[in-house]
């Protein structure tokens, strides 16, 4: 029984390159009637042992993200954060509580905030509207919900391709933000949203915050 051996990477070593170049050129004098033909074909198989293939990046530097839209901003979400996604159809206003909270939905027995992230970053909000989404975070279990007025897409970034946000220095949220695309698209950062106490509300109170 005879071995196949599969070459599983791309030949480095440059005495069988010329090996089977000449092997190669052999071949093509025989194929073709004149000289020019042949070294027409020859330059472009060196073209193309000379490309080098595509690399993938590493996973470490790709983020997989929801994007969604919040009046005239668009936002990125990592999409390991994201629970659920509904649409906001009933909200309830909670006295007392800070600004970037919108309200709280009642999600199935769950009471989540809702929080608006132009008045977390100092930034006008006119409120929400029956076409709203709340986007619902969580780690382990959900815990609240971006408001959203569209949801795009689930899209691929490369993190070492963003650049640093150049958005409001006002208000809390600064802290959240990952980076920006060349597109303008706003990068959140969602161990950072998940890690900030101000964002939770106690559930034993019942609509307390």
Same mark, same amino acid.
């Given at each position: 029984?005879?071995?196949?051996?599969?070459?599983?990477?791309?030949?480095?070593?440059?005495?069988?390159?010329?090996?089977?170049?000449?092997?190669?050129?052999?071949?093509?004098?025989?194929?073709?009637?004149?000289?020019?033909?042949?070294?027409?074909?020859?330059?472009?198989?060196?073209?193309?042992? #000379?490309?080098?293939?595509? +690399?993938?990046?590493?996973?470490?530097?790709?983020?997989?993200?929801?994007?969604?839209?919040? #009046?005239?901003?668009?936002?990125?979400?990592?999409?390991?954060?994201?629970?659920?996604?509904?649409?906001?159809?009933?909200?309830?206003?909670?006295?007392?509580?800070?600004?970037?909270?919108?309200?709280?939905?009642?999600?199935?027995?769950?009471?989540?905030?809702?929080?608006?992230?132009?008045?977390?970053?100092?930034?006008?909000?006119?409120?929400?509207?029956?076409?709203?989404?709340?986007?619902?975070?969580?780690?382990?279990?959900?815990?609240?919900?971006?408001?959203?007025?569209?949801?795009?897409?689930?899209?691929?970034?490369?993190?070492?391709?963003?650049?640093?946000?150049?958005?409001?220095?006002?208000?809390?949220?600064? +802290?959240?933000?990952?980076?920006?695309?060349?597109? #303008?698209?706003?990068?959140?950062?969602?161990?950072?949203?998940?890690?900030?106490?101000?964002?939770?509300?106690?559930?034993?109170?019942?609509?307390?915050?």
């Amino acid at each position: 029984m005879s071995l196949i051996r599969r070459r599983t990477g791309p030949i480095t070593d440059r005495r069988t390159i010329r090996e089977r170049l000449a092997r190669a050129v052999n071949l093509i004098c025989e194929e073709h009637s004149t000289p020019d033909q042949a070294r027409a074909v020859l330059e472009e198989r060196a073209r193309a042992l #000379a490309r080098v293939p595509v +690399q993938p990046p590493p996973t470490s530097l790709v983020l997989d993200v929801v994007t969604f839209a919040l #009046a005239n901003e668009d936002y990125a979400i990592e999409l390991g954060y994201v629970h659920k996604i509904v649409p906001l159809i009933e909200l309830t206003p909670v006295p007392g509580a800070p600004d970037f909270f919108v309200g709280v939905i009642n999600l199935r027995g769950e009471i989540l905030p809702i929080v608006d992230l132009h008045r977390l970053f100092g930034m006008a909000r006119t409120g929400w509207t029956g076409q709203s989404w709340a986007i619902v975070l969580g780690g382990e279990r959900n815990e609240f919900a971006l408001l959203a007025d569209k949801v795009h897409e689930v899209i691929t970034l490369r993190t070492d391709q963003m650049l640093d946000w150049q958005g409001s220095a006002t208000g809390v949220g600064r +802290q959240f933000v990952r980076g920006v695309t060349e597109g #303008a698209l706003i990068v959140l950062d969602g161990a950072a949203l998940l890690q900030d106490d101000r964002l939770f509300i106690d559930q034993g109170d019942g609509a307390g915050v």
